[in-house]
């Protein structure tokens, strides 16, 4: 097998809340589905099934706007207790086929398929991509008929590479200029060396790490697609367009693969996290909040998250931005930029300390959101004083992450530092 060949699989759940709440209920299949808060609740679309978004429902927008977009969509309210317990039957689906799966988000899972050739390859199978894709539908057949839901996956050399395959393979997707392509089938492998081929036309938002923000920027200096980003000549690749176009070269034309042999699966430094990329979450609350400890409480949760996926990501953010918006919709935003950390207690630290340069009106809290920028690499050396038991800790929580999903275990708090 050679050195530089597609082994990353990025599987999808597709539109997965709703395709549990179909589940749950069978009326509403074929139906256009809204899951989040109900009509003239305060809340965001958390997910939406394909009959609306050629409305323009997409997931995050504000309910009022979903509303208005699909009156005639039934809005579901979501079970977050429930969804977990689904998540965990498809990853043990994936456990049968590779011991390396990571759970990426409660719908999204990572697998290493690097030294599994000879377990899958049929006499009449032509090659081992082919024989890839035979068992990935496979995979997805078993996740259909043993949990109910549907699956979509996407395989390339490096992670960036297949989770854009993962959103090609889903359902309504269509090939610009070439049908031959096996866009929407369920599985997309884009071979070795033809990424950029496959993979230029496609606007920059489709490459993990290029956020709206971003996006804006490129799109002002003239950037449409990611070929557009590529193709530029050396004189007019400016500052704020080398990062974001070294982490794209990296995952398009990188010669190893993403894992190394000798080193655990998915933690090597994610060339995702250059200067452009941000990690971020947020959350709109159902009754505006006045009490700082509730404040202070919600933040712990945004800061666990965001921390998760950076210590996922292996990257370390310099930069910690908080977001306040207050009952009458007025935003602020703060942010402090210091050592690179990826720990929940000093990054709960520092938001403390934004949030009383930001949080200076007697008014309710509507939305609190925190996020990291600015990211870097694994330090070589760790900062002193450095607290082991932290690191510890972060690390035994991970672990319990990575097997059953974020939500399995919570800080009950983070003490301020004396």
């Not at 706007?65 to 699909?70: G, I, K, P, Q, V």
């Not at 043993?146 to 490096?158: D, K, M, Q, Y």
């Not at 200029?177 to 489709?206: H, I, K, M, N």
């Not at 009754?287 to 950076?310: F, H, I, K, N």
């Amino acid at each position: 097998m050679s050195e530089r060949t597609p082994r990353i699989c990025c599987l999808d759940l597709d539109t997965f809340f709703v395709s549990v709440e179909r589940l749950l209920d069978p009326s509403l299949v074929d139906r256009p589905v809204i899951v989040g808060a109900r009509p003239g609740q305060r809340g965001v679309v958390l997910a939406a099934s394909y009959e609306v978004r050629p409305m323009g429902v997409r997931s995050g927008i504000s309910i009022i706007e979903a509303t208005r977009l699909a009156p005639d969509a039934v809005f579901v309210p979501p079970r977050m207790n429930t969804y977990g317990g689904y998540a965990q039957r498809v990853r043990a689906v994936l456990e049968r086929y590779t011991p390396c799966v990571q759970t990426a988000s409660i719908d999204e899972f990572y697998l290493d398929f690097h030294g599994c050739d000879t377990m899958y390859r049929r006499a009449h199978d032509p090659d081992d991509d082919a024989a890839l894709v035979r068992v990935l539908h496979e995979i997805r057949a078993a996740i259909r008929a043993e949990v109910g839901l549907p699956a979509s996956a996407g395989v390339g050399c490096t992670r960036p590479v297949a989770k854009m395959a993962s959103g090609l393979a889903k359902p309504n997707q269509i090939a610009a200029g070439d049908s031959d392509r096996p866009w929407g089938s369920g599985v997309v492998l884009v071979p070795a060396g033809a990424e950029r081929r496959w993979l230029g036309e496609l606007p920059l938002r489709r490459f993990p790490g290029i956020g709206p923000a971003a996006e804006k920027r490129l799109v002002d200096l003239g950037l449409a697609t990611i070929e557009d980003l590529l193709a530029l000549p050396p004189g007019r690749i400016l500052n704020q367009v080398r990062a974001v176009r070294g982490n794209v070269e990296r995952a398009f034309e990188s010669e190893t693969p993403d894992l190394g042999r000798d080193r655990p699966a998915f933690q090597e430094y994610d060339p995702l996290g250059g200067t452009i990329g941000s990690i971020s979450n947020e959350s709109t609350f159902s009754s505006d909040l006045s009490d700082p400890r509730q404040v202070e409480q919600r933040l712990l949760g945004l800061v666990e998250r965001v921390c998760w996926r950076a210590r996922k990501r292996c990257v370390f953010a310099r930069t910690v931005t908080l977001k306040l918006r207050y009952g009458d919709f007025h935003t602020v935003e703060r942010s402090c930029t210091g050592a690179a950390s990826a720990e929940d207690t000093e990054v709960m630290r520092r938001v403390r300390l934004l949030l009383r340069r930001a949080w200076t009106r007697r008014a309710s809290v509507r939305l609190l959101g925190v996020g990291l920028s600015n990211l870097v690499g694994p330090p070589r050396q760790l900062e002193l004083p450095y607290d082991e038991c932290q690191r510890s800790a972060s690390i035994a929580v991970d672990q319990v992450r990575e097997r059953f999903g974020f939500a399995a275990i919570r800080r009950g708090r983070v003490e301020p530092r004396r």
